[in-house]
């Protein structure tokens, strides 16, 4: 049975003047328009396709891509509104997605941008927006592993950093420490699991969090190659560096590399003053006890 609002594998059955007709078990035969194929498929050819309800509620299929299938979350902008049912977003297909009043979180204007999670509406078989996100973040403690990557979107600054969500289903927070620069509302980002709260809340990394010890070798191991490839085995990195220099210079966060410098300190391989830091140890190899 063809799923509504997700992508789906579907039989090629007939052709005719709209276009092409694909097998949607219980949904009967679903249009795939003709412009999206320039010739016809083999019978029974299995067609990638999106499913969803054009404007006159009728299920067609489209080899297009929305910005976010059911149960995701993006980032879209207002493109018009109705004041009597809602307001209507660009979701990358041609009909656009309505964010009913009822599942607004505040007044909108068009042209603005927020983050919505696309839901089917199980009344109407619809697909709809929804701004009122709570009711869709899972509250149990979710199984991350320490260090595993995970898929993030930005809903937004707080005292202590940035609200996300994590891989369209939990919420996390990125610290400002750990941040070169401010994020940005709705920018989706790679980031890495450091701690799964008891609370059900995600701590984060956008550098690789590995346990112990351990992931700071690989940023001491840059550290050390970057200093002997350096005139004098110098750098004019420190402390007191700001973070995006630190990030530029070796895709870490200022924390990861004060906490390198820190273990490199402690192993006689480098000094470090006001103006930098200096190798003064050489041949070890970091990590070998």
Do not use: C
Request: positive net charge.
């Amino acid at each position: 049975m063809a799923l509504i609002g997700q992508r789906n594998q579907l039989a090629f059955i007939r052709e005719a003047t709209p276009g092409f007709y694909l097998d949607g078990g219980s949904h009967g035969e679903i249009l795939l328009p003709g412009r999206y194929l320039a010739r016809r498929p083999a019978a029974g050819a299995l067609l990638d396709v999106f499913v969803y309800r054009d404007s006159e509620d009728r299920l067609v299929a489209t080899i297009e891509a929305p910005y976010a299938t059911v149960g995701e979350f993006a980032f879209l902008r207002v493109v018009s509104i109705n004041p009597r049912i809602g307001v209507f977003l660009d979701w990358g297909l041609e009909k656009d997605l309505l964010l009913p009043i009822r599942e607004q979180s505040g007044p909108l204007q068009e042209g603005e941008w927020l983050v919505v999670r696309v839901a089917l509406d199980p009344r109407t078989e619809r697909l709809i927006a929804s701004a009122r996100l709570n009711r869709y973040l899972d509250l149990e403690t979710p199984r991350y592993a320490p260090g595993e990557a995970v898929k993030l979107i930005v809903l937004g600054a707080t005292p202590l950093g940035f609200n996300v969500i994590v891989n369209h289903a939990h919420r996390g927070l990125l610290y400002h420490g750990d941040l070169a620069e401010p994020l940005a509302t709705g920018q989706p980002l790679e980031a890495f699991v450091r701690l799964v709260r008891p609370d059900g809340k995600i701590d984060l990394a956008l550098d690789r969090v590995r346990v112990g010890y351990q992931r700071i070798v690989p940023v001491t191991e840059k550290i050390t190659e970057a200093l002997r490839a350096s005139s004098g085995g110098r750098l004019a990195l420190h402390d007191n560096s700001p973070p995006e220099e630190i990030r530029a210079a070796f895709g870490v966060s200022k924390k990861a590399f004060k906490q390198a410098i820190g273990v490199l300190f402690k192993a006689k391989r480098i000094m470090i003053d006001k103006t930098g830091i200096r190798l003064v140890v050489t041949g070890a190899v970091i990590g070998q006890k």
